[in-house]
T-cell receptor, first 121, second 110 residues
Framework: EVNLLESGGGLVQPGGSLRLSCAAS????????MNWVRQAPGKGLEWVSSISGADYSTYYADSVKGRFTISRDNSKNTVFLLMSSLRAEDTAVYLCAKSFGLGVSTSIESWGQGTLVNVSS | QPVLTQPPSASGTPGQRVTISCSGTGSNIGVNGVIWYQQIPGTAPRVLIYSNNQRPSGVPDRFSGSESGTSASLAISGLQSEDEADYFCSVWHFGLRGVVFGGGTRLTVL
């Protein structure tokens, strides 16, 4: 059974930084692309970033490009999201998600429960 | 504004059949398979349909998906109270090089 456990969320001031982690289990981690998606309170899903399972190619939404960095450690079955220059509009639950396959274009198959990031002074 | 367009709400009575539409463009729907997710408030989304019309194991056959041109649809037959949830369509957008979602449809079972 796929299990994705996010951590690292919390309250941070505007302009601050935060690193999210997602520990994966129940599948061969390095065979799958991984993603971060966020959901602001009462809102829909917004894709944030993806990283392939093969060549570690990375992709970002325009709203976070240049501020967020996705990475993965296949030896620890973990994917990370380093967020900097945070803004109030980044406030959301951040969900870690596993793709259907190795490439990012295979889209999202499984989801974690999410971790809340609150950007406020 | 979401790249994919969904109606914000839908409703039906128990036993009824409802459909939810998802409209895109030739750069997304029609190029890659559409995924449909169900999200019960307070929980993580789950896949109902992938590759336009494929159901993962464990998803009841009351749920079906279709795609035509630049639009996709999710149909739910024999509506049940536990189907009350938010439904999102999604697809990989090759032009934007990212995943795009619809704005979501809140389904109410009357």
């Amino acid at each position: 059974e796929v299990n994705l456990l996010e951590s690292g969320g919390g309250l941070v001031q505007p302009g601050g930084s935060l690193r999210l982690s997602c520990a994966a289990s129940g599948f061969t981690f390095n065979n799958y692309a991984m993603n971060w998606v966020r959901q602001a309170p009462g809102k829909g899903l917004e894709w944030v970033s993806s990283i392939s399972g093969a060549d570690y190619s990375t992709y970002y939404a325009d709203s976070v490009k240049g501020r967020f960095t996705i990475s993965r450690d296949n030896s620890k079955n973990t994917v990370f999201l380093l967020m900097s220059s945070l803004r109030a509009e980044d406030t959301a639950v951040y969900l870690c998600a596993k793709s259907f396959g190795l490439g990012v274009s295979t889209s999202i198959e499984s989801w974690g429960q999410g971790t809340l990031v609150n950007v406020s002074s | 504004q979401p790249v994919l367009t969904q109606p914000p709400s839908a409703s039906g009575t128990p036993g009824q059949r409802v459909t939810i539409s998802c409209s895109g463009t030739g750069s997304n729907i029609g190029v890659n398979g559409v995924i449909w997710y169900q999200q019960i408030p307070g929980t993580a989304p789950r896949v109902l349909i992938y590759s336009n019309n494929q159901r993962p194991s464990g998803v009841p056959d009351r749920f079906s998906g279709s795609e035509s041109g630049t639009s996709a649809s999710l149909a739910i037959s024999g509506l049940q109270s536990e189907d009350e949830a938010d439904y999102f369509c999604s697809v990989w957008h090759f032009g934007l090089r990212g995943v795009v979602f619809g704005g979501g449809t809140r389904l109410t079972v009357l």
